[in-house]
């Protein structure tokens, strides 16, 4: 799990809740079900206006993602990219067609496959820069969901309270009930506010953020297979991958 998008939301409502509290008011007071039907409910109809079904369906089932951690695994890519090109240089490209069976990586192992089967350089290049942008910018529409989502939310929420607002007009006749019935109105409005800054907005740029990084650990097995093809020593290989993900190379043994 990310930590930071967990534990960044927990502490955020902690803080508000204890804030209320230290001013003397109650959570109860804030748990409206109403309120949430009408925000939450409001904010998805919109988004599903807003999106084509398989845009909205990708950006719900990829929120998931901005709370789910994924390690980087850039430094056995780099070794393991280093290896293959000590094998193509050694025993010739061919050769790695015998180390596809050992690739677990979907990506790079087409990779390798272009190098196997003869693919042009430039061909090789514009395919795998294809599906690198793609994906990047098929999970940024749905990135965008979620930032929509965090538009809709505060107007919305600004839609209940009116909503609110006038059953209130509607029982001015009972003093007794306007001020709870004000208090229940723009409860809305802290929904609307609220979801949208505690939770749309920054899962939107959590994803924003991921899709990049994957965009980037891909663009580096691209660059590294098509500097296989191109004959690029090893070691000098190694340090430009290592150049291109911003860390130092790792020592290996007989280098």
């Not at 193509?88 to 015998?98: C, D, I, K, T, Y």
């Not at 600004?158 to 208090?183: C, F, Q, R, T």
């Not at 994957?214 to 430009?240: H, W």
Request: with cysteine; net charge neutral.
């Amino acid at each position: 799990m990310d930590i930071t998008s967990i534990g960044g939301l927990v502490f955020a409502i902690a803080c508000i809740l204890g804030g209320q509290a230290i001013e003397g008011g109650h959570a109860s007071s804030l748990a409206q079900a109403t309120a949430a039907i009408i925000v939450i409910g409001g904010t998805i109809g919109a988004c599903a206006v807003a999106f084509p079904m398989p845009d909205f369906m990708r950006g719900m089932k990829m929120g998931a993602k901005a709370f789910k951690n994924q390690k980087s695994d850039t430094p056995e890519l780099i070794k393991q990219i280093v290896e293959l090109a000590a094998v193509a240089r050694r025993e010739g490209v061919l050769a790695l067609e015998q180390k596809l069976t050992e690739i677990r990586e979907p990506f790079l192992k087409r990779a390798v496959g272009f190098l196997v089967d003869g693919v042009d350089a430039a061909i090789a290049r514009d395919s795998l820069e294809a599906e690198i942008h793609h994906e990047f910018d098929t999970g940024s529409v749905a990135a965008k969901v979620w930032e929509s989502a965090g538009g809709f939310a505060p107007t919305v929420g600004i839609l209940g309270a009116v909503l609110g607002l006038i059953h209130v007009m509607e029982n001015l006749s009972d003093p007794s009930k306007l001020g709870g019935g004000i208090a229940t109105a723009f409860v809305a409005t802290v929904y609307g506010v609220g979801s949208a800054n505690l939770l749309f907005l920054p899962v939107a740029n959590k994803l924003k953020r991921k899709l990049g990084i994957e965009k980037d650990r891909k663009t580096l097995i691209a660059e590294g297979v098509l500097s296989i093809q191109a004959g690029l020593n090893p070691r000098v290989l190694e340090e430009k991958l290592a150049s291109y993900a911003g860390h130092h190379a790792p020592k290996q043994e007989g280098k």
